[in-house]
């Protein structure tokens, strides 16, 4: 009796971890959409959005950092094929009510073998934690939420968007 291949890839026929062998497949154009949101205290993000925040320019920074994130993802997670990306956005939108927050949408794209599925997710959580880092002094009662694809196009297995 054949046994079904598992559709957890990062697994061997054995059980065994392994990285991916995506070298017999084409190279097309992969974008990836994330998003993610860091709830806070409206003092919090007032002093976000005066730009007066003590280490400087929390958005800037957190940009910076999530463009960095992305770059670094297969150093930090284990199985993902490290990438040549040609493109890495993050936009980031605040909101006061009903809930003060910052929402943080990454943008990753590249030509290859791969997706960049893990690449955006990775910004947009680093990113997030960088605001954290930023303002815990005034705020530490932020709470990240709502990480998640929000969509991804190219490859196998198409296009995808989470409803």
Do not use: W
């Amino acid at each position: 009796m054949n046994t079904p291949a598992s559709p957890l890839t990062h697994f061997d026929a054995q059980g065994q971890a392994h990285m991916v062998d995506v070298g017999a497949k084409p190279a097309t154009h992969r974008v990836a959409v994330a998003q993610g949101r860091i709830e806070m205290q409206p003092a919090t993000l007032a002093l976000i959005q005066s730009g007066n925040a003590k280490k400087g320019d929390v958005l800037g920074i957190a940009r910076i950092a999530g463009i960095q994130a992305a770059k670094k993802t297969s150093d930090l997670i284990p199985l993902c094929h490290p990438l040549a990306l040609t493109r890495i956005a993050l936009d980031f939108a605040t909101e006061s009510s009903p809930t003060a927050a910052v929402e943080c949408t990454a943008t990753v794209e590249t030509v290859g073998p791969t997706g960049v599925e893990m690449e955006a997710l990775t910004a947009v959580q680093v990113a997030l934690l960088t605001i954290y880092d930023m303002c815990k002094a005034a705020d530490r009662g932020m709470t990240i939420t709502g990480v998640r694809l929000r969509e991804k196009h190219g490859g196998k297995s198409g296009s995808f968007v989470n409803p």
